[in-house]
């Protein structure tokens, strides 16, 4: 993976970490745990978020770098699946994270 492409992740997972918890937190959910880069390090659930979507990564990589069918379209689908799976888990990691702090 390219360096740009890692701060591009990088921004990527930020920004949609900062959208998903102001989201929580105007839902009512005001004793979540944060979703900084920071903290997302320190989560148990993390790893559940990043694993896949490292995986994810790579394989689309390793198919585009096998294939002459770089068509855009193409390239949308992947990018949406990453940014989906994105999502979904830190949506799932701030959720469990709550209940889980809700639990102590």
Do not use: C, K
């Amino acid at each position: 993976m390219s360096v740009p492409v890692t701060i591009g992740v990088a921004m990527f997972l930020a920004s949609v970490a900062q959208t998903i918890e102001l989201a929580a937190y105007q839902a009512g959910f005001h004793g979540v745990r944060s979703l900084a880069m920071s903290s997302l390090a320190r989560n148990a659930m993390f790893p559940l978020v990043f694993a896949p979507l490292l995986a994810m990564i790579l394989r689309y990589g390793l198919v585009n770098h096998r294939s002459a069918d770089r068509s855009p379209g193409r390239i949308a689908h992947q990018v949406a699946w990453m940014a989906a799976w994105t999502v979904v888990g830190l949506a799932a990691v701030l959720v469990l994270g709550a209940s889980s702090t809700r639990s102590r």
